[in-house]
């Protein structure tokens, strides 16, 4: 996962604000948050910019294994512990009775399940860093003390 | 829904999909607990003098072992049914036996202490509903007991608990190691130095009553500060505590004597120690260490540790343990030199220098009954599995018939 | 730069304080087979502290020895991946820490599983087999020479 200053580096650092964003560092923010798109910078589109474009634009390619929202289950690193299961705020909304009170889920609405003793994630557009209200949401992350679960 | 025997939070809300009468795929339970469910590799075959037998055989033979011993030994029990445990102790009255089992050397003394009612104890479900400070003392959870965080204590919404443990609930880890558990505990670790648990005590009871401690001053008042105001507070004690305080356990009765708020409960590893502790409790008044003659004596030296290091037994039956995977190297001298009876359902090392071995059905997945969960709840035990195994509680009956 | 035979040759030791704990992985090997590679290769090690491996001379992969009045041990060691105040190295519990726990305790019953101290040196004997903890107690320091 590349860092704020790695993004940064590679805009025009105009402060345009075409993007929305006050400053070239708040559009980089926003990238790696996956709130921006890369072509949403006016002037990166243009040809002068053309290698840090596909610079950043590879920067921001999802590893391979991971979801629409970026997310990926190192499963050999999994305890299978359900840490995730009980804190993931959408399992508790989908899933209250079981899921939200610490059992296993009662339903199919969850996004995360334990199946042979590594944890594995669906309904992925469930997730809150997904949609259009999207949020940078760590609720499964925090819970997880071996970083099995992480974002790119 | 099957219950789960990978540790003594006993998971009853387990899915299994069974073929070919194995456990092929385990939904909701942890890496430790699907290990368990799906068995291990090397099923144990009877054998007498480590040729292959028949099973009535075997058992034939390890009741005239034990017969013929003049101070024979029936150890393990920790991976045993309530019902087995029970049997297990008939036959140990009819032998006029040595009986002990893993909590002799684990958490024995404080279910001890919980048994006669020296802690505040309370059930996990208590935990769920209610707790808003969880102390892990010297335990890592996450690795030993691994959805106790998830299923009871900090990260489930319970009854005056619904807000989600980042508001209503606070983790503090206490411990040697950085362990996972205390990772998760994040601001509220407190490292100790190995064998420093007591000291640590002192300075929390020391805070407690307003006493500057002298080291770690801050922390340590503020720890104080955050267990007097707890409304509903736990300690899970793990091994790493107890081991350390093992020659003064009272300065944890008296820390929680201190705190009426809080529960103390000790963190089982071994799916049904607790139900062995029990159930000797209930027919002895000891929860481990007893000799029957015409009444249970207790003593030290009916500690499996105590008994090999002073070659006072002549015979030593083990079911639901591995005593040569955990003891004390040195001793596996002697243990090898007297006649072994193992009952399990697998091959362990314990297995590998026995006279006899007898093959059980892996309990509460091929044959049922009923554990006791970490804090003294009975969980019925599924067995699901079809299978052709006698049941350890069926192999003690058989062993007593032929006495 | 060829291997540096004399630091072999002097191998110094070091007394080291060890305590055991659980890790799951190794759990969950023990529950397949405790026979298996997997449980040998997670329980066969010592893990410490960056600053304690730098001042005896210890480097992540080296085979170690591990001695003291109880039992003799080769196992492979390991820099903690954690934050370590170091003075304090980890093993989990296994047949090859056990190896190294007193059976003298006092008459009460319970070892000292969580509270070990050994010497500590450099080998190039191989890592200490189950067979060889279980069946030959002692043999390994037989095979030294």
Known sequence: MPTVMELYKLLPKTNCKKCGESTCMAFAVALLSRKKKVSECTPIIEEMFKKDREKLESLLLPSSGAGETGMIVHTELCTGCSNCVVACPVDVANDPRGAGTGGAPTNDKVIFRVVDGKVVASNIKECRRFGKNRVLCYACIDPCPTGAIEFV | ?403 | MGIDVGKFLKSPEFEIAITTYRDIFQVEALEYDRFGEEYRKLSAVIIMSREDMKKMGIKTGDRVKLINDHGSIVVEARESKREEPGGIAFMVNSPWSSALVSDDTGGKGIPEFKNITARISLTKNDISSLENLIFNSGEVEKNER
């Not at chain 2, 554990?371 to 709840?377: E, F, L, P, T």
Request: hydrophobic share 40%.
């Open chain 2, 1 to 403: 829904m099957i219950t789960c025997t990978g540790c003594s939070l006993l998971c009853d809300d387990i899915d299994v999909v069974i073929e070919n009468h194995r456990i092929k795929e385990v939904r909701n339970a942890c890496r430790r607990g699907a290990a368990k469910l799906k068995g291990c590799r090397n099923r144990l075959r009877p054998s007498i003098d480590q040729t292959p037998a028949d099973i009535d055989t075997s058992i034939k033979r390890a009741a005239l072992i034990l017969k013929n011993a003049r101070s024979p030994m029936l150890y393990g029990w920790s991976n045993s049914t309530c019902e087995a445990q029970s049997n297990g102790i008939k036959l140990a009255k009819k032998l006029n036996a040595i009986i002990d089992d893993t909590s002799s050397f684990c958490q024995g003394l404080l279910i001890e202490k919980v048994l006669k009612k020296k802690f505040r104890a309370c059930s996990l479900d208590d935990v769920k509903n209610k707790a808003d400070v969880l102390v892990y003392w010297g335990s890592d959870a996450q690795d030993s007991q691994p959805r106790h965080l998830s299923r009871f204590s900090y990260f489930p919404r319970g009854e005056s608990r619904q807000r989600g443990y980042e508001e209503d609930r606070i983790a503090i880890a206490i411990d040697v190691r950085e362990s996972n558990t205390a990772k998760i505990c994040k601001g509220h670790f407190y490292r100790i130095p190995l064998k420093g648990d007591r000291e640590f005590i002192l300075s929390l009871t020391g805070a407690l009553s307003g006493k500057v401690p002298k080291h770690d001053a801050k922390r340590i008042l503020e720890l104080a500060d955050i267990m007097k105001k707890a409304e509903f507070g736990a300690i899970f004690v793990g091994i790493g505590l107890t081991y350390s305080i093992k020659d003064d356990v009272d300065i944890l009765v008296a820390l929680g004597d201190m705190l009426p708020n809080f529960h103390i409960l000790p963190m089982v590893g071994h799916y049904n120690m607790r139900g062995f502790n029990e159930a000797l409790f209930k027919e002895t008044g000891f929860v481990n260490r007893v000799r029957f003659d015409s009444t249970a004596v207790h003593e030290n030296k009916y500690a499996i540790v105590e008994a090999l290091k002073q070659k006072s037994i002549d015979a030593l039956l083990v079911t639901g343990s591995d005593p040569l995977s955990c003891l004390p190297g040195s001793m596996i001298s002697y243990l090898a030199s007297i006649p072994v009876i193992c009952i399990d359902p697998c091959v362990t090392l314990t297995s590998k220098i026995s006279k006899i071995t007898i093959p059980s059905a892996v309990s509460g997945i091929e044959s049922g009954g009923s554990a006791v969960r970490m804090d003294g709840k009975v969980i019925e035990l599924s067995g699901i599995v079809e299978n052709n195994y006698l049941a350890d509680t069926e192999i003690l009956s058989r062993i007593m018939e032929e006495l």
